[in-house]
């Protein structure tokens, strides 16, 4: 594609819901990271996946946060029982690799309101 | 701790007016610096990384190691400069960024 694809591109639940927001990386980029942007804050990492293996997932908050990559291509974020506080836009952006490019490609982004 | 940390939330100037926007980074190693960019209604893109020197759209950011700082400055401010902008550390030998919380620039005319 094009770019970075994410959807969907608003999600709004319940506390105490599932939810997942997936995304597709750019063609041939084999590093993908997981970023959440809580308003007026800068991205904050979550994982990140080289390949299908989740090579560094020291951000993630809690266990309630999981992540996966089954075919080094698209992945899932999946949120189990979503609390207010998981409210934020969740981006996810791909790369060649920081170490070669320095550069990350990001999505527009899934925004996630837990009511 | 690795910490970046943008201490403006917003800057406003007039077109034609200067521009600095401060960075300051807590990093005990070599780190590689970034700035990104969002425009209105756009993406996250990249703007500048202190390794490759270069100036982008008339921005240069230059790496102060002895003040662990990398601000990004820009002579003459333009109206299509107005943006989100995030200083971002990259941790030697990490494959991942950490942003600082951001700064708009609002250029008036």
């Known amino acids: 594609g094009a770019g970075v694809s994410q959807t969907p591109s608003n999600k709004v639940t319940e506390k105490g819901k599932y939810v997942e927001l997936r995304c597709d990386p750019i063609?041939?980029?084999?590093?993908l990271y997981w970023y959440r942007q809580s308003l007026g804050q800068g991205p904050e990492f979550l994982i990140y996946f080289q390949g299908t293996g989740a090579a560094d997932d020291s951000g993630l908050p809690n266990d309630r946060f999981f992540a996966v990559r089954p075919e080094g291509s698209v992945s899932t974020l999946k949120i189990q029982r979503t609390e207010r506080g998981d409210s934020a836009v969740y981006l996810c952006a791909s790369s060649l690799g920081l170490a070669v490019t320095g550069e990350l490609f990001f999505g527009e982004g899934s925004r996630l309101t837990v009511l | 701790a690795q910490r970046v940390t943008q201490p403006e939330k917003l800057l406003s100037v007039f077109k034609g007016a200067p521009v600095e926007l401060k960075c300051n980074y807590s990093y005990s190693g070599s780190p590689e610096l970034f700035w990104y960019v969002q425009y209105s209604r756009q993406r996250l893109q990249l703007l500048l990384r202190h390794i490759s020197r270069e100036s982008i759209k008339g921005f240069t950011a230059d790496l102060n190691k002895g003040e662990t700082s990398f601000h990004l400055k820009k002579p003459f401010a333009q109206e299509e400069d107005s943006a989100m902008y995030y200083c971002?550390?990259?941790?030697?030998?990490?494959?991942?960024?950490?942003f600082g919380a951001g700064t708009r620039l609002a250029v008036h005319p």
């Open positions: 063609s041939g980029h084999t590093a």
């Open positions: 971002a550390l990259r941790p030697g030998g990490y494959n991942k960024l950490i």
